[in-house]
Every structure is written in C-alpha cells, then in structure tokens.
C-alpha cells in the first residue's frame, strides 16, 4: 500500500497477558518511530529505528517494551505482562529521512485494551 | 522539564470565521512540524519551520517560527468544515532528538 500500515486496528487483552504489535512502514522509508498516544494527548515517542538498528529507545517506559525491526522493513513493538496503564493507541511512523527529527508519515495506530 | 504547550485546548468557530493556535516551547527548538489529526484518524503532516522568523502559507492556512525559535502559531482564514480536527506542534529540543508534541488544539466549526 501507499501508506504505513499497521495491525491490528484493535486489541483487547487482559491484564497480564502478552501483545504483540505490527508496523509496514512506506516502502523505501529509512526510519521509523513508534508513538503512544494517550487519549486527548499529543503522541509520545517511544523509540527509533534507522533501518534495522535500534538507535534510541529512550521513551520506552519500561523493560515490558520491547521493539525490533529484524530486517529492517517491518517492525513489532511487544508489551509483555501488559498492565492497564498500557492502555492507548500506539502510532507507527515512518520517514525517508535519516534523521529522526524530520517529518513522518503516520499510520492509523493500533488501539490497545488492556482489562 | 522540557516542555511544548499550545493554546487554546479546544476553539470552536461558525464556519468562516478566523482561527489561530499558539505553540510554545520552554526551550529553543531546531524546527518545528505541525501535524493534524482529524477525529478517529492519525496525524497528518502539514508543513516544516526551520528559520527564526520564517513564514510559510499553505492555501488559507498561515504558519509563522517565532524570532527565538520558541513559539510559533498556525492561523486558518476563513474557516471551513473541512478545517475539524485536532492540530499540533512538534519540535526537537536538540537537532538529532525525537520530536516533542504538544497536547494539540482541537478545533470545531459549525455551518
């Protein structure tokens, strides 16, 4: 597609259980970031990949997230042992720039439940 | 802490009326992005600042850096109902870090 691509739209889990979230960047795209946007907030950054390295995770907030870009196309953010504060809508993006101070493309986000 | 603020949190206009939003930084910024996020949607890149004092135009929107590079506003002329979503500023507090969003202004028009 034309666009950052992301899946699944939604995820409800329960309290304690693990998620698992995907990310299909813009073909070619050098960089992507993942977000966390709280409801009635600006996103948060929460880490960067320039191809497949992992260049900062300083916005992960806590050793439950975990992400990886393996091949430096697609992307999973994980959550383990999720806790209800986990709750929010986790934006991908995506950028051609080799900076991670540059504009991006976003995607439609995944909305997480945790109950 | 570091911080981006904007004003005002919510606006609601008639259709055809002006509208502005305010963003400020505690902290000089390299540049600055605005974005909009129309309801249930992402956000959408609108334009890039990077110059103190620069103005950029974008049809019936008007974007302005301000001379220290701490704050800067977006100004729509005329609005319409196309114009409905939650818009925000973004900037590095360093060249080279992640981008700090404000918590957005959410604009409303009514016909």
């Known amino acids: 597609g034309a666009g950052v691509s992301q899946s699944p739209r939604y995820k409800v889990a329960k309290r304690g259980q693990d998620v698992a979230l995907r990310c299909d960047p813009i073909?070619?795209?050098?960089?992507l970031f993942w977000y966390q946007q709280a409801l009635g907030q600006g996103p948060e950054f929460l880490t960067y990949f320039q191809n497949e390295a992992q260049l900062d995770k300083s916005g992960l907030p806590s050793d439950r997230f975990f992400a990886e870009r393996p091949e430096g196309s697609v992307s999973t953010l994980k959550i383990q042992r999720t806790q209800q504060e986990d709750s929010a809508v986790y934006l991908c993006a995506s950028s051609f720039a080799r900076n991670i101070d540059q504009p991006q493309h976003f995607g439609d986000g995944t909305r997480l439940s945790i109950l | 802490g570091q911080q981006v603020m904007q004003i005002p949190q919510y606006q609601h206009v008639q259709e055809g009326e002006d509208f502005t939003t305010y963003c400020n930084s505690s902290t000089t910024l390299s540049n600055i992005q605005w974005y909009k996020q129309r309801p249930g949607g992402h956000p959408v890149f609108l334009i890039q600042?990077?110059?103190?004092?620069e103005v950029k135009k974008q049809k019936r929107l008007t974007f302005q850096f301000g001379e220290a590079k701490k704050n800067s506003s977006l100004h729509i002329t005329a609005t319409q109902t196309t114009d409905v979503g939650t818009y925000f500023c973004a900037g590095p507090f360093q060249a080279g870090t992640a981008l700090i969003f404000g918590k957005g202004t959410t604009l409303s028009v009514s016909s």
């Open positions: 073909s070619g795209h050098v960089s």
């Open positions: 600042l990077v110059k103190s004092g």
